[in-house]
């Protein structure tokens, strides 16, 4: 393996894939031991020569000796280019990089919703994305997709249930958004989003903890009351989840009661519709 020296990746500490892969790099020698450095650490010197708004959305490359900066996706593919120089190749295609690019801005630019964390007022330099309106509506539409598809299966495990539709499960995911946003109305748009986006993350988490058990009931047939265990303990596991995210997004905590009392409603409505 190839070891790039004298170049460092500026990373958000406070986001684990981030230190997941930055710290990969170094442990298999693709980067020197100081091929990482956390963004909130930027010397005066360095904010001369890096562009930090840009740093702070895209993943930077400093090149510690010409004292040059490359970001986002190229900086990613020179790491990995320079121990497998076909995938830097094939990863600078128009195309491929193309769609690289945009993946790697759908996942930036949400990463705050993805894995939230608590802002620190007393750090001037945090690695916070700008807010961009296009990627957070197309992660919340992929985020209910998502969701939508799972429910409308799993449905099917539990008998006392009328039979499911994707219409009736589309209506439900949206009409969660909408009944939140009720009792944000008088918050900024920002705010709002920030929050529905958080809310869809836990949503998309639950639908991820329902697979197993759906893909398992494909192969056996598991008893229904296993299916409604697993069922009860992940919306209890979404509960807890997104309670702690409203406290980090410091919003108030009526928003997870009338995520309970949404669900209820939404309940009941089903159930009489047999």
Sequence with gaps: MRTL????????????????????FIKARMLDENGKKPYCQLSDEEQNFIDVNRASNEIALVDNENKTVIYGIDSLLKVIGFSFPWMERIGNLKPIKFFLKKLYSFISYNRKVI???????????????????????????????????????????????????????????????????????????????????????????????????????????????????????????????????????????FLSIAWVIYRLIALTIILNLN
């Design 115 to 253: 894995i939230p964390s608590k802002i620190k007022k007393e750090i001037k330099l945090q690695c916070v994305p700008d807010f961009n309106f296009k990627y957070r509506i197309l992660y919340i539409l992929f985020a209910m997709t998502i969701t939508t598809f799972v429910l409308y299966n799993f449905s099917d495990s539990i008998s006392i249930l009328p039979n499911s539709t994707i219409t009736r499960e589309l209506i439900l995911v949206f009409g969660q958004i909408v009944f939140q946003s009720l009792f944000l109305i008088k918050f900024d748009k920002k705010i709002i989003l920030n929050y529905i986006g958080n809310l869809m993350t836990v949503s998309l988490m639950g639908s991820l903890l329902l697979l197993p058990i759906l893909i398992l009931n494909l192969v056996v047939n598991i008893p229904e009351l296993i299916n409604l265990g697993w069922f009860g303990t992940t919306v209890l596991l979404m509960l807890v989840e997104h309670s702690r995210r409203i406290k980090l997004l410091e919003l108030p905590f």
């Design 5 to 24: 020296t004298n170049q460092t990746l500026l990373y958000d500490k406070d986001c684990p894939l981030c230190r997941v892969y930055t710290s990969g």
